[in-house]
């Protein structure tokens, strides 16, 4: 074991250019019961007839149907398990292809154990990543840590980027609700034990909503057998300050429902600490600057509340009624900042402290009902579906700033209060059908979505700053939407076609401001994959896609978040949407090595812009319609196993992106910000126990220049190790994760141009140790109904701009 931790601690990012001369063939067949039932979900192995280690392993999909590729010719073993059944087994001799075999498993109610895979995989499709974690180390990781492990998936900055755009997160097809810190507390409360796989879709079809440029689909397991189980789980972490988790969940199943409940506390200290600059200007020559030093201690108490019931009504009728309910009350933030005050000689002049302390309380309750009608005997379906989403966000914010000359001596002080409040109804109802055949499927629906949203800001206090008044703000917006969707496979062509057409109705209105935007628009998103495999070794794929993106209601918003009362965040009422147009070309090579090529151009993007008022020496940083951004890209995903206990993928991109906007504080001329950069990640999953209760796992990450709106980003890199342990027959798990374990993961933030010039360096707690312990009683092997049940509007909600 000592050896091979030596060597996982030498790498960096690893290249496997694997080529070999032998014939490789493929095995095709289908898993069973013994009433000839088609089994959905076993897992299928495909070992070495000499030693038993693992080869490859899959699992069969809805019709039972599973695939291996790309086999050598030899003898094998092929071993298929699936809970409540007992494991079958087969000697395998592979001299050529073999199609049509059936694998026969026979039911047995108490033999429950299943055959855990301990490696995760990558499987490419036409559309999309899939990246399978179920049953593996990652398992034990929050669903937050695990999307950081992702190939192409990037966290800077508290977003979350695919292919360097903004991806939305959806949980079994659903969109999340939240965006932001909101996202990242859910993501971090949902347990990585109830993943099955991530999905990196870069072309969603036309039944997704049209601002779907990018998805980040996490899917859950599948309930494929009768009883009950249950489990509880503790994190705890320690990073500057210590912070725990706390959870349980509970599942039931019988003939004619499905009961799930899932519920975790997470109390939270967090710590952050940022060094920052402003060059002030007048007019372009420079007039002296402020060096700030930035320090947030963030208390939160977050609950989340999950509970599904699924109801088998007939044969060829099920309906679910689903609630999630996230509550984080009393959250504070105690921010501490010091300004040090120099002038054009580079002297210091003066300098102020402020404290800011922020309460902060939000709630988020999302209910939907779902009906599934199984129409016919060729595999047609009906879903009906609605939704009702309520959200609610307060915040009250005290500001009390202390001036000081050189000598330390008192010069003055003022303060004021900020309160905001934001409520929303979202209210969604859609019908979709879904009609397969032999070798193509129709889908079609049509969806409505209304939303209302109401905020209001108050201000009070000593001194009020500059251009704030209190408001009023009212948001309202309709959505009707269809699409039809086209799918079809022949000889060695595959073909994904669709149209989605949405008709959107729009008011935006700020009381105080006399703003009224209102927005009235239809518009068509095209969709199209076509792939071409000439042969086991090579696929072609060409795709299109155009779709658009609304303003986040928080970024519509003209609340504030205040640094002090001379730097802010606020929102922007005045914003409207912006249209995407993405073209790629995909090669795969024995199906491990794939290449892509992208361009991507957006109008109108929505992106944030910091400026600087250089008269008044105001900083402040909003959401806005850029004239355009784009980027040309080359990607490269490799994954395999190196060897029996070695699994590794590493994802590599190499990318040029440019946007121009309008420098509003520099005469309103037109800016461009642009770089060349490179995105690096090696994962790597070592099993270190034959039995597979022990392993291990680390990951390095590279990124190199970046840009967002006018921000330019400089280096960021870290390295991760894991460890994971299961005991009691893999009844109880122990796990220890080192998350940077050489603090390098510091961001580099900058806007320099023309009389702009600022920029800060975020220091958080990125570097920690998480000890986590998890036990299942009750028939724990049992797969359960878990998923999250977000609408497709959900994404929308914009987090409060904290720094």
């Known amino acids: 074991m000592l050896t091979k931790l030596t060597k996982l601690l030498g790498l960096v990012f690893v290249f496997i250019a694997y080529s070999g001369n032998a014939q ?48 050598e010719a030899g003898t094998y073993i092929l071993k298929s398990s699936y809970v409540g059944y007992t494991d079958y087994a087969q000697p395998l001799v592979i001299a050529n292809s073999i199609q049509d075999i059936q694998l026969v498993l026979t039911k047995n109610v108490q033999e429950l154990e299943g055959v855990v895979v301990n490696q995760p995989t990558i499987e490419r499709k036409s559309d999309r990543l899939v990246f399978n974690v179920e049953n593996t180390s990652l398992s034990e990781l929050s669903s937050y840590d695990i999307l950081k492990q992702t190939p192409g998936v990037i966290i800077t900055n508290g977003s979350i980027l695919v292919k360097n755009s ?9 969109s999340v609700y939240l965006t932001g810190s909101e996202l990242n507390s859910l993501l971090t409360n949902y347990s990585g034990s109830n993943i099955k796989s991530v999905e990196v879709i870069t072309n969603p079809s036309a039944k997704y909503d049209a601002e779907a440029s990018t998805i980040i689909n996490i899917t859950t397991a599948k309930s494929i057998s009768i009883g009950y189980k249950g489990s509880v789980e503790g994190r705890w972490t320690q990073a500057v300050f210590p912070k725990y988790t706390l959870g349980t969940s509970h599942y039931y199943k019988n003939d004619f429902v499905n009961a799930f409940l899932n519920y975790s506390y997470n109390p939270k200290k967090q710590y952050k600490h940022d060094n920052s600059y402003v060059n002030w200007f007048d007019g372009n020559t420079p007039n002296g600057q402020w060096e700030s030093d930035f320090r947030k201690v963030t208390r939160s108490y977050a609950h989340q509340l999950s509970t599904i019931l699924d109801f088998t009504l007939s044969a060829k009728s099920d309906i679910s009624l689903s609630s999630n309910i996230l509550h984080s009350p009393n959250t504070k933030l105690a921010n501490d900042i010091r300004t040090d005050v120099y002038d054009a000689n580079e002297q210091l002049a003066s300098y102020f402290n402020t404290d800011s302390d922020l309460d902060n309380d939000r709630s988020n309750v999302s209910v939907t009902l779902d009906y599934e009608l199984k129409i016919g005997e060729k595999g047609a379906t009906m879903n009906l579906v609605s939704d009702y989403i309520y959200y609610k966000d307060a915040q009250n914010q ?18 004021f209060d900020f309160y905001a409040e934001q409520k929303n109804d979202i209210y969604t109802q859609g019908l979709d059908f879904s009609i397969p055949s032999e070798a193509s499927s129709f889908e079609t629906g049509v969806k409505y979505s209304a939303i209302k949203s109401n905020s209001l800001v108050n201000y009070s206090g000593d001194v009020v700053p500059l251009n704030t008044v209190d408001d009023q703000f009212k948001y309202t917006e309709n959505v009707y939407a269809g699409y039809a969707q086209f ?3 022949w000889e060695k062509w595959s073909l994904s076609t669709g149209l989605r057409g949405e008709y959107t109705d729009v008011e935006a209105n700020s009381i105080a401001l006399g703003d009224i935007n209102t927005q009235k628009y239809f518009e068509l998103f095209p969709t199209s994959i076509i792939t071409y495999a000439p042969s086991e070794n090579h696929q072609y794929s060409m795709s299109y896609k155009r779709s658009l993106e609304r303003p986040k209601y928080g970024s519509l918003n003209p609340y504030r978040y205040y640094y002090n009362e001379d730097q802010y965040i606020g929102g922007n009422p005045s914003l409207t949407r912006a249209i995407e147009n993405k073209i790629a070309f995909d090669y795969t090579y024995k199906g491990q090595f794939i290449f892509s090529l ?5 109008n109108n993007n929505l992106s944030k812009l910091v400026f600087q008022e250089n008269e008044n020496q105001i900083l402040y940083e909003s959401f806005y319609n850029i004239d355009h951004e784009f980027q040309y890209s080359l990607d490269f995903t490799y994954y395999g196993y190196v060897n029996s206990w070695w699994y590794l993928y590493t994802y590599m991109s190499g990318f040029y992106l440019e946007n121009e906007f309008v420098a509003l504080e520099s005469g309103g001329v037109r800016e461009q910000n642009h770089t060349v950069g490179y995105l690096g990640q090696a994962y790597n999953q070592f099993s270190l126990a034959k039995d597979g209760t022990l392993n291990a796992n680390m990951t390095l990450y590279y990124l190199s220049n970046f840009i967002q709106g006018s921000y330019h980003f400089k280096n960021q890199f870290y390295v991760d190790l894991g460890l994971t342990k299961s005991l009691w027959n893999k009844r109880a798990t122990i796990s220890l994760n080192i998350a940077d374990i050489f603090n390098t993961n510091r961001v580099w933030i900058r806007s320099q141009y023309l009389n702009q010039d600022n920029a800060y360096k975020s220091m958080a707690e990125n570097r920690n140790i998480t000890l986590g312990f998890k036990y299942k009683f009750g028939n724990f092997r049992l797969a359960d109904n878990n998923r999250e049940t977000k609408s497709e509007e959900q994404e929308r909600l914009e987090e409060k701009p904290v720094m």
């Open 24 to 71: 490789k063939y493929s095995v095709q067949g289908k898993v069973v019961s013994d009433e000839q039932k088609a089994l959905i979900y076993a897992n299928v192995f495909l070992l070495k007839n000499s030693d038993s280690t693992l080869v490859k392993a899959v699992s069969s999909n809805e019709h039972g149907a599973f695939e291996f590729t790309h086999i």
């Open 166 to 174: 903004s991806a939305e997160v959806y949980i079994n097809d659903r």
């Open 398 to 415: 005290f500001l009390e700033t202390n001036y000081y000359a050189v000598d330390n001596t008192s010069t003055g002080s003022d303060s």
């Open 487 to 489: 799918n079809k496979e």
């Open 598 to 602: 992208y361009y991507q151009h957006v």
